[in-house]
């Protein structure tokens, strides 16, 4: 390694024939990642880095290299910290002869273990304090700077030498790019049908606007506020019955809705994109009451109220089949995971740019676990909800979320050729129930062995959840 710049360094807290490097024991290709992101980081800290990704190159002579690095120059072992990387045995035979450097050296920190995951402990640093990369890398190497620098490991100062094998490592890992088309599936929705009128409502007489506002919040079909009167697709014969207790309203104006939404009106007097921001509130509003229709489950995420398959829906583990006939395949909505519950849902939003569409985004919710494998109450912290989805969704590949979609689409349509939200008694939003394609102009070369509707069943890629990381 040299400094590119020429710069002459100073090596804080160095002398002759001091140990200067810094051993990152891991294993290939698991912790290839972060040691890709944390090497370059320590080096900018002024630190001399050492892992085996640097010796991997055809005639090295590799592990006579990192056993001699690691005997004679290592001031410090970090010690990346997972079951599979501890299974390793080359890791293994590191961790042995940093223990006999703890004993030669009497430095009894002089292995430090990084925390990737929740790992059994191992005998010989079952005990040793490890620095946390679980929740924050970035955390983590603040941490882990902090404990270099008061365990005086030597450091140069001035501009750094930062190695360019390990960028150059990371092209060779990268995901080569194809100049070949590839079709790619989205979560829109297409809206396949509109009603051709919006109606505005307006009193002939006085009125009183708090009591109109909550009919309009309250009332049965959706109904939007504007001036002294509200739009809605109801008919007058609907809004006089949710209407009654509020006051007579009449039809002010009929107007038609694509030309509302793309000119607006001048009577009453409405910009394109007041009207758009009223109709699409009145799309969501009918989207959630078809979804209460459902009876799935209603929860209220920080923004957004989504709507999840539950217990009156299916039992823990069915699969749900979806696809056209003769290549029907079934994903699961809903599951036991890491001693918790977790159950798939969707919010939406309907998008008029550039063109009508409902924009879906999948939500995990999680439940306890109770007796007879059922689902308890909904866990209410919402930290600990977003830990377990770091945890236990992490590992769900595309093909199962993308089977996930279908499955709870198929649900919502009942297998038939469209998706009719109401708005109205006699008329609604109709939905093509196929995720729209898009077609990018460039594909990845990467291997598509998965199946449609392939589940998880490997641990390593589910997740394992530790209780101790709700604390």
């Not at 059994?120 to 990369?133: H, T």
């Not at 392939?454 to 589910?462: G, P, R």
């Amino acid at each position: 390694m040299s400094d590119t710049q020429g710069s002459v360094n100073t090596v804080v807290g160095a002398s002759k024939g001091t140990r200067e490097v810094v051993f990152i024991s891991k294993a290939t290709p698991e912790d290839d990642e972060f040691v890709l992101w944390l090497a370059p980081r320590l080096e900018a800290a002024g630190y001399k880095v050492f892992a085996d990704i640097l010796t991997l190159e055809p005639g090295d002579r590799w592990r006579r290299e990192i056993t001699g690095t690691l005997q004679n120059k290592a001031v410090k072992m970090l010690l990346c910290c997972r079951d599979a990387t501890l299974d390793k045995i080359g890791v293994q035979e590191e961790i042995g002869i940093a223990s006999d450097l703890v004993k030669e050296l009497k430095d009894p920190r002089f292995i430090i273990p990084l925390r990737l995951e929740p790992y059994k402990k191992l005998f010989g640093i079952g005990e040793l304090q490890w620095i946390d990369f679980l929740g924050s890398w970035a955390s983590g190497l603040h941490d882990l700077l902090d404990a270099l620098e008061k365990q005086d490991v030597p450091r140069a100062t001035g501009r750094a030498a930062i190695n360019p094998n390990w960028e150059h490592y990371r092209k060779r890992l990268a995901i080569r790019v194809e100049k070949a088309p590839e079709v790619l599936t989205s979560n829109w929705l297409r809206v396949a049908g509109l009603p051709d009128v919006i109606h505005y409502y307006h009193p002939p007489g006085p009125i009183n606007l708090e009591l109109m506002e909550r009919a309009c919040r309250e009332s049965v079909t959706p109904a939007e506020v504007y001036q002294r009167g509200f739009f809605s697709f109801a008919s007058p014969e609907e809004i006089e019955r949710d209407f009654a207790n509020v006051a007579i309203f009449e039809i002010h104006s009929e107007h038609k809705l694509i030309d509302l939404l793309e000119f607006g009106s001048q009577s009453p007097n409405i910009k394109p994109r007041e009207v758009q921001n009223l109709v699409s509130s009145m799309f969501r509003r009918a989207w959630e009451n078809f979804c209460r229709s459902k009876g799935l489950y209603e929860h209220l995420f920080s923004s957004q109220t989504a709507f999840h398959v539950g217990e009156s829906q299916m039992p823990l583990g069915k699969r749900i089949s979806w696809g056209q006939q003769g290549q029907r395949r079934s994903s699961m909505l809903r599951n036991g995971a890491g001693g918790k519950v977790w159950q798939y849902g969707m919010s939406a939003t309907p998008s008029f740019w550039p063109f009508p569409h409902f924009k879906l985004k999948a939500r995990v919710l999680f439940l306890e676990l109770v007796a007879n494998n059922r689902a308890g109450s909904v866990i209410g912290d919402s930290g600990t909800q977003h830990r377990l989805r770091r945890t236990i969704c992490k590992g769900w590949r595309n093909k199962a979320w993308h089977g996930r979609l279908m499955a709870f689409i198929g649900l919502l349509s009942t297998d038939t050729p469209q998706i009719s939200v109401p708005l109205a008694a006699v008329c609604a939003i109709v939905l093509d129930p196929r995720p729209m394609l898009f077609t990018s102009p460039v594909s990845t070369a990467i291997s598509d062995a998965m199946g449609d509707d392939a589940e998880e069943s490997d641990d390593s890629t589910l997740g394992m959840f530790n209780p101790e990381d709700e604390d």
